[in-house]
């Protein structure tokens, strides 16, 4: 009797170890899965705020390119040519301004949080043992 219940016991061990060995192999394809997930999520908001950057970037670019032209206007042009220039210059800016506050302003700090929801549950079966006696 002793016997049987020890053979018993050990082949429970080795369901044991194998299940075990199943469990591990799931949870690390469940990992991987998730920091799959989150490389592509975190690749997709760094390239949105590099886009975002290089975009606000090439608009200080511009305005500065104005700025500068308006000072080579004024040494060059008459008085009422340059505040015409300088009028335009100044609507030409008001433009910028507004898209930049239309656009890319109202994308700056939202949803770039990245977080992890739930966890993962180890649950554990029981087994009956009866002892015959």
Do not use: C, W
Not at 28 to 57: C, P
Not at 68 to 80: A, C, G, H, N
Not at 105 to 113: D, H, L, P
């Amino acid at each position: 009797m002793l016997k049987k219940e020890l053979d018993k016991i050990n082949g429970d061990l080795v369901e044991v170890h194998k299940n075990s060995k199943q469990v591990i192999e799931e949870i690390y394809k469940k990992h991987l899965t998730a920091l799959e997930k989150l490389q592509k999520v975190t690749d997709g908001k760094i390239h949105r705020l590099q886009s975002m950057q290089m975009e606000v970037q090439r608009q200080i670019n511009q305005l500065q390119y104005g700025e500068d032209f308006l000072k080579i206007q004024m040494r060059q042009l008459e008085p009422i040519e340059y505040l015409q220039s300088y009028k335009r210059h100044v609507e030409y800016r008001k433009d910028i301004l507004k898209q930049q506050k239309d656009g890319v302003t109202n994308m700056i700090g939202k949803s770039f949080e990245i977080s992890v929801h739930g966890d993962i549950v180890i649950e554990e079966g029981q087994k009956n043992y009866h002892h015959n006696q």
